[in-house]
């Protein structure tokens, strides 16, 4: 089990000391496939160093580069979640029942039948899942296109015969925030803007990571489609939530380890998606904190990140 952990390093460093560590776990855990809490807390955390450390060590693209393919994923990320169920249902072919997400008249796919609903071809949610499939393989002539049709159907231009013209019911982030649907025009526009950034500079290619990040994106498909697990659920905005809070965390530690301000751009772009769509719904944190302290919740970040690069860039010069 403890070479499940090894996989939060990079393959180089695997490849170098991964026997090693495996061999210190064994020496001071004898006879325990897993370590205590604290020693997992640990490794995952020197595998997220180690990474970055990686990023910044790799000279074939320019800094900001990586951080706009960042930007981009985590904007691509953020418009599939709710839509996850959606696009599970279409590719197996099922009538998703008494547990479909709320469309509202948006249109149900044409082998199914919602009395009041107009038939739709495809799910929304399959235009993010391409835009994120392309940006993880570093296809940014293929993400382009997607991130312009997103564009395109949330704002009504294109009719709502092929994929549809609402979104999904219900918030988005569990307590702190309003759902994110297809007409937010501020989360496609944002994901545009960071794929045409990356398409129009074509001298740096752009970082591949392998087929192994789809695996997490499978297992989110399959556990919100399956196990009929909608984006209105109290476990699914908690497991959200927890992923998020995750994902800041990770910046956080990746900035502190390099000094590197790349991480502070997706971070300031997923500020501005969430703090526009609670701007554009504010009834939706009716009975959650007050809107300007989810606001300055989702603001600390950003000087957070600039103010630890900072200082660990001084304390290396």
Known sequence: MNRILLAAYPKDYRTRQGEEVLGCLDEAYPGRSWPPPREVVALLRGGVQAH??????????????????????????????????????WALHTAPGG??????????????????TRTRFLPYGLLPL????????????IALPA?????????????????????????GYYGLAAPLRAHDLVLSGTLFLAC????????????????????PVAAALFAAGALHITSGDPWFQRGQFAVEVAALTAAWVMTAATGDYRW??????????????????????AGSLPGHVV????????????????????RTA
């Open 99 to 116: 547990h479909t997400v709320g469309f509202e008249g948006a249109g149900w796919f044409p082998w199914t039948q919602g009395p009041g």
């Open 264 to 285: 502070l751009i997706p971070v300031a772009a997923f500020t501005l998606v969430r703090g526009a769509a609670i701007a554009g719904q504010p009834d939706y944190l």
């Open 295 to 314: 606001l300055l919740c989702l603001l600390m970040p950003i000087p957070l990140l600039a103010i630890t690069a900072q200082r660990r860039q001084s």
């Open 130 to 141: 391409i835009c994120l499939v392309a940006l993880l393989r570093g296809r940014r002539w």
């Open 196 to 215: 045409a950034g990356l398409a129009a500079h074509r001298p740096s290619p752009l970082r591949r990571r392998s087929y192994g990040w789809l695996v």
């Open 52 to 89: 970055a450390r990686a990023a910044c060590e790799d000279k074939s693209r320019p800094w900001w580069l990586d951080g706009f393919h960042l930007t981009a994923l985590v904007l691509a990320a953020l418009a599939l979640v709710p839509y996850l169920q959606d696009v599970w249902h």
């Open 147 to 171: 991130s312009a049709a997103m564009l395109v159907v949330g704002s009504g231009i294109a009719g709502s015969t092929f994929f549809g013209d609402e979104g999904v019911m219900g918030v």
